[in-house]
T-cell receptor
Framework: DTGVSQNPRHKITKRGQNVTFRCDPISEHNRLYWYRQTLGQGPEFLTYFQNEAQLEKSRLLSDRFSAERPKGSFSTLEIQRTEQGDSAMYLC????????????FGQGTRLTVV | KNEVEQSPQNLTAQEGEFITINCSYSVGISALHWLQQHPGGGIVSLFMLSSGKKKHGRLIATINIQEKHSSLHITASHPRDSAVYICAVNSGTYKYIFGTGTRLKVLA
């Protein structure tokens, strides 16, 4: 386990379809974050888990978005009824609660909604 | 005004040039990251700083906590350094605040 792993790396989907992304954090990390990055912008916070508890959701997340971290390990981010505006890079990061605030970032999943 | 500002937004350099990218922030922080994002989109964390200076190969990162400012330097730049460089800060909460990035292009 050498880092944060995200799958898939790329996803092209038709508008209206559902998509699910997976993030596998560094195994001993308690904290897991999802960010979204649109073209030309820095990443923006979406949601945060401490172990299996989802402690905050950004207003950027509409009702079509849901994230889970059922066993406090990997996390999934699902987007239902995708829209073209959902096209973005979805980034996952993890950190160790006791180790300070340093986060490790995944490579991201690039979603294109056509 | 963004809480994390980077300059310049775009930078073109000739191979071999010394490059500096700046990051200023307006919040109290516990840590600052410099990230590299290549055209494919994947992000690599280059440095995490809470004070002082770090060096890795041709890359040097410095931070001045009192002035709320950090710099990323690239010595002897190379075309493979072409990427977007992003500054991200953590203010002691669980959220990171990201700058909009500096797009670097190094010409051969």
């Amino acid at each position: 386990d050498t880092g944060v792993s995200q799958n898939p790396r790329h996803k092209i989907t038709k508008r209206g379809q559902n998509v699910t992304f997976r993030c596998d954090p560094i195994s001993e990390h308690n904290r897991l974050y999802w960010y979204r990055q649109t073209l030309g912008q820095g990443p923006e916070f979406l949601t945060y888990f401490q172990n299996e508890a989802q402690l905050e959701k950004s207003r950027l997340l509409s009702d079509r978005f849901s994230a889970e971290r059922p066993k406090g390990s990997f996390s999934t981010l699902e987007i239902q009824r995708t829209e073209q505006g959902d096209s973005a890079m979805y980034l996952c990061a993890s950190s160790n609660l006791s180790g300070g605030v340093g986060a490790f970032f995944g490579q991201g999943t690039r979603l294109t909604v056509v | 005004k963004n809480e994390v500002e980077q300059s310049p937004q775009n930078l073109t350099a000739q191979e071999g040039e010394f490059i500096t990218i700046n990051c200023s922030y307006s919040v109290g922080i516990s840590a600052l990251h410099w990230l590299q994002q290549h055209p494919g989109g994947g992000i690599v964390s280059l440095f995490m700083l809470s004070s002082g200076k770090k060096k890795h190969g041709r890359l040097i990162a410095t931070i001045n906590i009192q002035e709320k400012h950090s710099s990323l330097h690239i010595t002897a730049s190379h075309p493979r350094d072409s990427a977007v460089y992003i500054c991200a800060v953590n203010s002691g909460t669980y959220k990171y605040i990201f700058g909009t990035g500096t797009r670097l292009k190094v010409l051969a």
